[in-house]
């Protein structure tokens, strides 16, 4: 059984920062892509920033420049530090990992979600 368990969120003011972290842990040897997704009331969850285990990053669109994921082999956590947030940001943030077992198949598993809110 494998858990993904984050922290941080909250509410904060437009232009401000907050810091997500996620930690994999559990039955496993590896982590293969971590990731954030967001899905905000009404919409589809979709994908902030993903980073895979040579700590190649990518970001959508509307975060690149002002998001930054970064991740920790060893501890198997990712993090993703957002900075001049506006009040689109507001959405509930998932960690994301791919997960190979011993029998190599892979499974793709989700954290429980953080709430990230930001208005004045």
């Known amino acids: 059984q494998v858990e993904l368990v984050e922290s941080g969120g909250g509410s904060v003011q437009p232009g401000g920062s907050l810091r997500l972290s996620c930690k994999a842990s559990g039955n496993l040897f590896s982590v293969l892509t971590m990731a954030w997704h967001r899905q905000a009331p009404g919409q589809q969850r979709e994908l902030v920033a993903s980073?895979?285990?040579?700590?190649?990053?990518n970001y959508a669109d509307s975060v690149r420049g002002l998001f930054t994921i970064s991740r920790d082999n060893a501890m198997n956590t990712v993090s993703l530090e957002l900075h001049s947030l506006k009040p689109d940001d507001t959405a509930v943030y998932y960690c994301y990992a791919r997960i190979p077992h011993y029998d190599l198949k892979l499974s793709d598993y989700w954290g429980q979600g953080t709430q990230v809110t930001v208005s004045s």
């Open positions: 980073i895979n285990t040579r700590r190649s990053a």
